[in-house]
């Protein structure tokens, strides 16, 4: 455990002389890592343990190329996802890469086959708007279509999933409350369901004068599967 801090922390500085370096140029690059209690995503629990999300991303003006990955502390599990993405003022458009292997398949998976009826990559492209700076409500459509995504006979099943996030401030926390579903049978239910609803909230911890670490917790129901999670986040 200590080892993991250290790491951490180490990020954390490399993540903080990057954004200072980068302040004044229309390029800029950023690293961080989250901690979290356990790996839920869009209402799906993908691993029970704590596990480590290492985040890159390079940005020039509008367009955006970033990595993402979620690694099982104490559980077989691996991700490492790619994101190309172009946003123009309230508007952004991208395409994700989803990489991931689980007890059954880490270390077997090829990263490099993207053959459509054997890769373990599921590509998808994201739709999302936000209304404006004073209605910061943001809706976001995003839909599979190639790849790991497919039913029992081998046929693509373009899993989509839609959702409204909606952030505020309060009482020095910052807030997100969010609804999500899926329009039709697929990964995320077998009809068009809500899987996907809570908030979080999210506060800066001081650790020194100069250092501040953001931790969040969320509350996340699915209410299809009939389930719930409480998800603790420790930022770097």
Known sequence: ??????????????????????ENSAASFSLNADVVSRYVWRGL???????????AAFSYKGLSLSTWASYGISDRYAEVDFTLSYAIDNLSVSVNDYYNEFEDSLGTNRHFNFKDNT??????????????????????LSSFFYGNDKDSEGENMYSSYIEASYPFDFSNYSFNLFIGGTLDKGLYADKAAIVNVGFSATRQIKVSDSFQLPFSASLISNPYAEDIFMVLKLSF
């Open 1 to 22: 455990m200590k080892k993991l801090i250290a790491i951490l922390l180490c990020m954390y500085q490399v993540h903080a002389i990057c954004q200072e370096k980068a």
């Open 119 to 140: 890769t373990p990559h599921a590509l998808e492209a994201t739709l999302s708007y936000k209304i404006s700076e004073t209605m910061p409500l943001t809706l976001s």
């Open 45 to 55: 629990l993908y691993s029970p343990n704590v596990n480590v999300q290492p985040y």
